[in-house]
């Protein structure tokens, strides 16, 4: 079986857990520290906050620029379910616009003209590892004076030449899930240039408090563990290599699959967190690799305004509606080799024969 997401966990970070249970210290204690450390500086921003997962990370990030009830955020219709559920879950409401021409990420100019007085942020995800366009994002938004979270949970050192993913709004947010482009097991981060995001963040993640037991405002338990960013810590040093292997196996595909299927674009940095084809024979083509035991992911198969959490806050974005029934993931991970590589391309192709 060649597995569509692969972890790769080895004997460094195991001895590094190792370490942390022996030491005593578990959690939001100093391999966190070390952490955030050293992800702002791979970033290249002035904080980094570590939180317990990407859905965490977007709250926080929300209500720190002032996200709260009566506000609009704007932001994708496709994207997983917490790209919306946050915005939710600070009080305000999901304006979804459409995507652009050729490409999963938002249109800068719907952006633009979906701006209100109620607009508070606006959150593009930077989907599948590509970052949006956000040179024209942030025109359109600094315009308006609203902030731009970026939603970069897919997208770890992405890089389009002005800067990495993370460094390019007033905050970005990361997943650390097993199956990104580095891992903690389960985690998030935030990460800013604002001193003030950054304090809010830390008393919200750690139930408002400022110094110990003095508590400034509500807040939550969303702490990361010791546990969690001693692998995390392992995981970014080997981040960029890992990328390094996402983007050969990719322009592998890339070259050719080009005659029998929609392929992505390597633009804007792209990290390839996945390789996206689009297929009218989606469906049967799926069918085809997974009776030769070849993994494959649909992501996503329906809109964010179609479950039903989000029905209230529908609208018309046809770009984005033509992309459900014709997506479909092929394993991109830095753990294939090259015959899984090859085994993925003939079975495509052999599908594009016989189709």
């Given at each position: 079986m060649i597995p569509i997401a692969k972890p790769l966990i080895g004997d460094e970070e195991q001895r590094e857990v190792a370490r942390v249970l022996s030491s005593g210290s578990l959690a939001q204690g100093p391999e966190v520290k070390a952490f955030e450390r050293e992800f702002a500086a791979y970033c290249g921003t002035k904080h980094a906050l570590a939180t317990t997962n990407g859905t965490t990370a977007l709250h926080l990030a929300l209500l720190a620029a002032g996200v709260g009830p009566g506000d609009e955020v704007i932001t994708t219709p496709f994207s997983f379910f917490s790209s919306a559920s946050s915005i939710r879950m600070a009080g305000a409401t999901p304006v979804f616009v459409d995507l652009e021409q050729?490409?999963?990420?938002?249109?800068?100019?719907?952006?633009?003209?979906?701006i209100t007085p109620r607009t508070k942020a606006v959150v593009p995800v930077h989907l599948y590892g590509e970052l949006c366009d956000m040179d024209a994002l942030r025109e359109a938004c600094d315009a308006a004076q609203v902030p731009v979270i970026e939603d970069a949970c897919q997208s770890h050192g992405a890089d389009a030449g002005n800067g990495r993913a993370g460094s390019l709004g007033a905050a970005g947010c990361f997943s650390f899930y097993p199956t990104k482009n580095m891992t903690t097991g389960e985690g998030g981060m935030v990460?800013?240039?604002?001193?003030?995001i950054a304090d809010t963040v830390s008393q919200l993640r750690a139930h408002g408090e400022g110094e110990r037991y003095e508590h400034q405002r509500l807040g939550f338990n969303y702490r990361m563990t010791d546990i969690a960013a001693a692998i995390g810590r392992v995981q970014l040093r080997k981040l960029d290599g890992y990328n390094a292997a996402r983007r050969a196996n990719a322009q592998r595909y890339s070259a050719e699959l080009a005659d029998c299927v929609q392929v992505p674009g390597a633009r804007?940095?792209?990290?390839?967190h996945q390789y996206t084809i689009q297929s009218d024979a989606r469906?049967?083509?799926?069918?085809?690799?997974?009776?030769?035991?070849?993994?494959?992911?649909?992501?996503?198969?329906?809109?964010?305004y179609?479950?039903?959490?989000?029905?209230?806050?529908?609208?018309?974005?046809?770009?984005?509606?033509?992309?459900?029934?014709?997506?479909?993931?092929?394993?991109?991970?830095?753990?294939?080799?090259?015959?899984?590589?090859?085994?993925?391309?003939?079975a495509v192709r052999d599908f594009a024969r016989t189709a």
């Amino acid at each position: 079986m060649i597995p569509i997401a692969k972890p790769l966990i080895g004997d460094e970070e195991q001895r590094e857990v190792a370490r942390v249970l022996s030491s005593g210290s578990l959690a939001q204690g100093p391999e966190v520290k070390a952490f955030e450390r050293e992800f702002a500086a791979y970033c290249g921003t002035k904080h980094a906050l570590a939180t317990t997962n990407g859905t965490t990370a977007l709250h926080l990030a929300l209500l720190a620029a002032g996200v709260g009830p009566g506000d609009e955020v704007i932001t994708t219709p496709f994207s997983f379910f917490s790209s919306a559920s946050s915005i939710r879950m600070a009080g305000a409401t999901p304006v979804f616009v459409d995507l652009e021409q050729d490409g999963y990420a938002l249109d800068p100019a719907a952006v633009a003209v979906a701006i209100t007085p109620r607009t508070k942020a606006v959150v593009p995800v930077h989907l599948y590892g590509e970052l949006c366009d956000m040179d024209a994002l942030r025109e359109a938004c600094d315009a308006a004076q609203v902030p731009v979270i970026e939603d970069a949970c897919q997208s770890h050192g992405a890089d389009a030449g002005n800067g990495r993913a993370g460094s390019l709004g007033a905050a970005g947010c990361f997943s650390f899930y097993p199956t990104k482009n580095m891992t903690t097991g389960e985690g998030g981060m935030v990460t800013t240039d604002d001193d003030a995001i950054a304090d809010t963040v830390s008393q919200l993640r750690a139930h408002g408090e400022g110094e110990r037991y003095e508590h400034q405002r509500l807040g939550f338990n969303y702490r990361m563990t010791d546990i969690a960013a001693a692998i995390g810590r392992v995981q970014l040093r080997k981040l960029d290599g890992y990328n390094a292997a996402r983007r050969a196996n990719a322009q592998r595909y890339s070259a050719e699959l080009a005659d029998c299927v929609q392929v992505p674009g390597a633009r804007r940095g792209h990290v390839f967190h996945q390789y996206t084809i689009q297929s009218d024979a989606r469906d049967a083509l799926r069918e085809h690799l997974a009776a030769r035991d070849i993994g494959n992911g649909i992501y996503y198969p329906s809109l964010l305004y179609e479950a039903r959490p989000l029905a209230e806050f529908a609208a018309p974005t046809p770009r984005a509606a033509a992309l459900p029934p014709r997506v479909l993931s092929l394993p991109v991970h830095p753990g294939l080799s090259n015959d899984d590589v090859g085994a993925v391309i003939g079975a495509v192709r052999d599908f594009a024969r016989t189709a």
